[in-house]
């Protein structure tokens, strides 16, 4: 939950290479909106993890570590919702192919929680094809003034 | 810091400490790695202490299946101790949590594996 106390908005748009070290910069740095914003410890931690899962998500599932290719983040926040946007430049997978990871006969699968996590922390999760080729989440965490 | 692995042995029971993030890239096969080494010297009883761990994402948590599945298939037993409110908070919402056997102390989680 975010205390309402007059944080002034802000943006910041990075684009960051294909790389793990990307998720670890991407984590940090909004992060650190989050928290410039007013969100408490838990909403965080749960901020980070989404932004960290979505991350891994573009830099291996969608740009394959390719050098050549980009992960665009953008964080905004109004003073009702805080939203993170990734794109990748991937080819791009179906969601819908992902097997339900609390599925008995999937609890012991070793991947395929990442989506699942991102839904758990955040309010609202979206997934999207790109043109001409990519996939754009946006997540959003909601402002609740104490 | 990534992580950091230390084994101790305690009676039969190998205890890893396992301190920093379990996260994908050097954290996660780093355990992965262990952990294959200890089942491949015939340790059957393997107990992680958790209780340093920072962070731990996806892939750390399916690297902790993983470790379990590969314990267990080798006909060992591989437990954990120390969990902190965020490790346990993910394998509840994940629902591992009763799929590992949890220990909060270490004498206790030693004596389980007799």
Not at chain 1, 3 to 32: I, R
Not at chain 1, 102 to 116: C, D, K, V, Y
Not at chain 2, 43 to 66: A, W
Request: net charge negative; no cysteine; aromatic share 4%.
């Amino acid at each position: 939950m975010r205390e309402n106390k007059n944080h002034a908005p802000e943006t910041l748009e990075k684009s960051l290479d294909s790389t793990l070290e990307s998720v670890d910069s991407a984590e940090e740095l909004a992060v650190g909106v989050a928290q410039r914003a007013g969100f408490d410890e838990d909403d965080l931690m749960k901020i980070g993890m989404a932004v960290r899962e979505s991350m891994v998500n573009a830099v291996v599932h969608g740009n394959r570590y390719n050098a050549h290719k980009k992960v665009r983040l953008l964080v905004t926040h109004s003073p009702e919702r805080f939203t993170i946007r990734i794109a990748d430049e991937g080819e791009g997978f179906d969601a819908a192919s992902i097997p339900d990871p609390l599925a008995p006969e999937n609890l012991m699968r070793t991947s395929g929680r990442g989506i699942f996590l991102i839904r758990s922390f955040m309010d609202e999760f979206e997934m999207r094809h790109r043109e001409p080729q990519g996939t754009e989440v946006t997540l959003v965490k909601y402002v609740v003034s104490k | 810091m990534s992580v950091k692995l230390n084994t101790r042995q305690v009676g039969d029971v190998s205890v890893v400490d396992v301190a920093g993030r379990i996260t994908l890239g050097e954290g996660s096969s780093a355990l992965r790695d262990l952990l294959r080494e200890m089942v491949g010297k015939g340790e059957k009883k393997i107990l992680l202490n958790l209780g340093d761990v920072s962070y731990i994402d996806s892939s750390g948590i399916g690297e902790l299946v993983s470790g379990f599945t590969t314990v267990t298939n080798s006909g060992g037993q591989l437990k954990l101790l120390n969990l902190n409110k965020r490790v346990k908070d993910l394998l509840q919402i994940t629902k591992l949590y009763t799929v590992f056997d949890v220990h909060e102390d270490e004498a206790g989680a030693v004596r389980s594996f007799a």
